[in-house]
Each structure stands twice: as C-alpha cells, then as structure tokens.
C-alpha cells in the first residue's frame, strides 16, 4: 500500500475513535474526514478530486431517502399511524408483551420506509403508550431501534445502506447484476426474526428500568377543557376504556353532559355517544393529545368559524393583563374571536376551578387562556399590551384525519410501483412525497421541516469517504488481507 492508502486508513481510524466516544455528531464527523481527505490531495493525485467527493451529495440515494422523510411527515401528520399502531399497541399487561406489541409491527412497517423517521414517528407513540400503560420507556427504545434496523433490512428502501449499494451496483456493476425491491428479502427476513426473538429473551436483563419524572398534575397549571364526541366518531358507542380515554397522561374525564344533564365520576365501562361533550381536568401537553384522537374535536362552534383552515391552527397560551380591553367582560360579550382572530378553548385561574362555559367566563387580569389561533397569532401579539406573555404550544396542530386513508393509499402506490414495474424508488418516492403535499397531508413547510439534513450530509460525505477507499487502493488492500488470513481457514 502506498502513503495515500495508510492516511486514508488512518482518517477512518480517526473517525471511528471520534465516534465511539462521542466527541461530535456523525455529520460534522464525516464532513470532517471527507474535508481532510479532499486537501491530502493536494499531494497526491491518488486522491478524490474534489468533483469526485462531493458527488455523493448528487447521488439518489440522499435524494431518495430525504424525500421519504416528506412521505413519513404525510403519515404522521394525518394519524395514519395511530390508524395503524393502535390495534395493534393496545394495552399490554408486561414489558415481553409490550415489546412484542411494538417489534413486529415496527420491523414490517421498516421494511417499506426508511428506518430513520419510523423510529422518529414511533417516538412520541411510545412516549404517550408507556404513559397510558405504566411501563418504562427505556424498556421500549432499544427495541424499537433495533426492530426498524433490522426490518429495514428485509427490502431494498428499508434502510440508507441498501438504497446506496444498490447505487453503487447499477453505476458500477455488471449488467447482469440487478437489485430488486425483495432481492435481499430471503435473508433479511428471517435475520429479522431471529434478531427480534433475540432481543425479546435477554432484553429483561439487559435494559435497565429507568422512568421519566412524573408530573404532579395537582402542581401544575390545569385547564378545563370540553371536547365533543362527533355523532359518525370512531368512538361513539364503546366504552370510556375502549376509547382509551381512561388513563390519560396529565389529564382525566371529570364529567360527561348529555342531553341537558350532567354525569359525574363517570365509570370505565360508561358507554359514549355521538354529541356527548367531555369535560376534561389536564396539563397542556393533554390537551394536545386530546385535539389528536380522532373523533373528538373541541365543544365550541367557535373554532370552526375561524377563517384559516383548520390543519393550519396552533395552541396558543396568553396571559392576560390588566390593560386587556376584555377585562370584566365575558368571553361571548367581548367577541374574542373577532378581536384577536383566535378562540379561548380553555381557562386556568390560579387555583380557582373554572366550571362555566367558556362563552361565558368573565375574563380576569392574570387569567392564563389557552387558544386555537392561526401560527401568526404570537408574533402579532407578543408586544401587545392586552398581553402579559403569550407563547405557541410546541407540535400542537391538529391532525389531519380526514386525510389519513390518503396517505395510506399514497405509501402502498409508492410501495407498488418499485415492486410491480420498471419505476426507480427516487421516482417513486418524489411523486408520494409531492402527492402529499399537493393533496395536503402535510404542508409545504412541515415538509421542508421533516427532512433530517444531518443524515443526508452524513451519506453523502460517507460516500466520498468510500471513494477515497477506493481511489487509494486501500479497500482493495484491507479486502486482499482479509481473504489472505482467512484462507487456511477455507474449504480444502
């Protein structure tokens, strides 16, 4: 091996060492050794040339894989995967049954989406599951990596790696040499079983049982908020239990009003009709995933004579101050929604337990309202005097459920048209991602926001990377050695 070749070696050695101990994040790591490797070949022609390192970043498999993060937001952003991860999530009695609960659904789900945003999107799923269910995350978060990375092994756009060596074989292989959408599927899949039923036998011992801080909601600041039950909701006739609205994180059912009368301390197995209004005792952060279970929406008409859509809405927290011209006046009599463009959904006063309609609260200096407004509604009144503070509830628009069929059908067409005809996944994955945006499943913005530069920088450095192996002699040398050490090893 000449010079080039042990420097490019020791750069990946370097690297790795980086890595390992975590000194800085993947992308700034291989950006880094890709930069080194670039100005070594000021000495040597042996090197990248710059054209050469950087042409990872033309390559369709960054474009490939960034575009279905836009794919994954169309499904999160619509609750298409709840549609899909609720039955089968449903209410584990243990830690085993939870994960197998959540492992064969995430490594199916893997194998036809890039691995990188299913574990983003089944997150906060988990998240809100281990809240409902009592059980500890980090018994769930391991699993959930390791189940997406090895379902995302079973098909060709499961994961970054098999969409990139596919690139390299068509650019580079022979003719003969095609990768097709379950080409490694007969390995992959029963890889992935045998991994899954790994983890599930030694995963008790190994993961350790550590839970988040518990928020006390008789400290934190509560709001009492109605919602109604919509008469064609996918929870009207099943019990509070079936609906999953028993063991809700931070918040629960205080009363239901039906027909003119009141139902308190309401059992688990009171059934729900349509046109029920459900009155709730919660943290903020309920009340968001309140207005996201589909088929409950808020109990005032006002929210629905906003003018912007409502997809397009966020929560909205503002404390009101002494010089609000709505002091004294109730929400109804003050026109709130025509002064400020917003609706007061729900009211937190101190201690003070709130019990009247929201229409008619009589508005109070230091009242804290939580509001449905337009994203623009912080900005316009940051500054203004009728307002103490006023902040934006972080990932707090409603979900898209009406949409949510669509995005489903758009996945299997992508999923379809790579397997049943001669269509290349980047082709295939642009038209589901624009169809998204273009039938509104996510917005252009939520888009752009969804795609994780940090793991398209970090594939298209490593592919520069690779080529300096390459170009250096020194994946051919490490491979020669490699077969030279284990050949006395070999068949005779």
């Known amino acids: 091996m000449g010079w080039e070749a042990w420097a490019t070696i020791a750069t990946i050695g370097l690297m790795t060492v980086v890595l390992v101990r975590n000194l800085a994040g993947p992308d700034?790591?291989?950006?880094?050794?890709?930069?080194?490797?670039?100005?070594?070949?000021?000495?040597?022609?042996?090197?990248?040339?710059?054209?050469?390192?950087?042409?990872?970043?033309?390559?369709?498999?960054?474009?490939?894989?960034?575009?279905?993060?836009?794919v994954a937001e169309g499904l999160r952003q619509t609750g298409a995967m709840s549609l899909l991860t609720q039955p089968l999530l449903g209410q584990p009695r243990s830690v085993l049954g939870a994960q197998v609960r959540l492992m064969f659904p995430v490594a199916a789900l893997s194998a036809f989406l890039n691995n990188t945003p299913i574990v983003a999107m089944f997150m906060p799923v988990v998240n809100?599951?281990?809240?409902?269910?009592?059980?500890?995350?980090?018994?769930?978060?391991?699993?959930?990596?390791?189940?997406?990375?090895?379902?995302?092994?079973?098909?060709?756009?499961?994961?970054?790696?098999?969409?990139?060596?596919k690139g390299m074989v068509d650019r580079a292989g022979p003719d003969d040499v095609q990768i097709g959408m379950f080409t490694i599927s007969l390995i992959g899949v029963p890889?992935?079983?045998?991994?899954?039923?790994?983890?599930?036998?030694?995963?008790?011992?190994?993961?350790?049982?550590?839970?988040p801080s518990v928020v006390d909601i008789d400290q934190a600041r509560r709001y009492t908020v109605e919602m109604m039950v919509e008469p064609t909701s996918p929870i009207a006739d099943k019990t509070i239990e079936q609906a999953g609205l028993r063991h809700l994180p931070g918040a629960y059912l205080m009363a239901i009003e039906r027909a003119g009368q009141q139902l308190l301390a309401v059992g688990p197995d009171e059934v729900l009709r349509g046109g029920d209004r459900l009155i709730f005792v919660g943290i903020v952060d309920s009340v968001v995933d309140l207005q996201r279970i589909r088929g409950l929406v808020p109990a005032t008409d006002q929210v629905f004579k906003l003018d912007d859509p409502r997809p397009n809405r966020r929560l909205c927290e503002a404390v009101v101050s002494p010089q609000c011209p709505l002091i004294g006046k109730t929400i109804r009599e003050g026109r709130f929604r025509s002064v400020y463009n917003a609706v007061v959904i729900a009211v937190h006063r101190g201690g003070e337990h709130v019990r009247q309609k929201i229409g008619d609260i009589t508005l109070r200096p230091g009242d804290t309202l939580l509001i449905e407004a337009p994203p623009n509604f912080t900005e316009e009144n940051r500054n203004r005097r009728d307002f103490y503070l006023v902040s934006t509830v972080a990932d707090s628009q409603p979900t898209r459920h009406n949409k949510a069929w669509i995005a489903l059908l758009l996945l299997v067409a992508m999923v379809t048209l790579v397997t049943a005809t001669r269509m290349e996944l980047v082709n295939a994955a642009l038209?589901?991602?624009?169809?998204?945006?273009?039938?509104?499943?996510?917005?252009?913005?939520?888009?752009?926001?969804?795609?994780?530069?940090?793991?398209?920088?970090?594939?298209?450095?490593?592919l520069g990377v690779g080529r300096a192996l390459d170009k250096t002699g020194a994946a051919a040398s490490v491979a020669n050695t490699m077969v030279s050490a284990l050949e006395p090893y070999g068949p005779r």
């Open 191 to 211: 890889a992935a079983v045998v991994g899954v039923s790994y983890i599930l036998l030694v995963s008790k011992k190994l993961l350790p049982d550590r839970r």
């Open 128 to 165: 809100d599951w281990c809240k409902k269910t009592g059980l500890s995350p980090s018994k769930l978060y391991i699993p959930l990596s390791y189940a997406a990375i090895m379902g995302g092994s079973c098909t060709l756009i499961g994961t970054a790696t098999n969409i990139v060596v």
């Open 28 to 70: 700034t790591v291989m950006l880094a050794g890709l930069t080194l490797l670039m100005t070594l070949g000021l000495w040597s022609d042996r090197f990248p040339t710059i054209a050469e390192a950087v042409a990872g970043f033309g390559n369709k498999a960054p474009i490939t894989i960034g575009v279905l993060f836009v």
């Open 431 to 462: 038209l589901a991602g624009g169809l998204m945006v273009a039938l509104r499943c996510c917005s252009p913005g939520e888009a752009r926001a969804s795609i994780n530069w940090r793991v398209l920088l970090m594939i298209g450095a490593a």
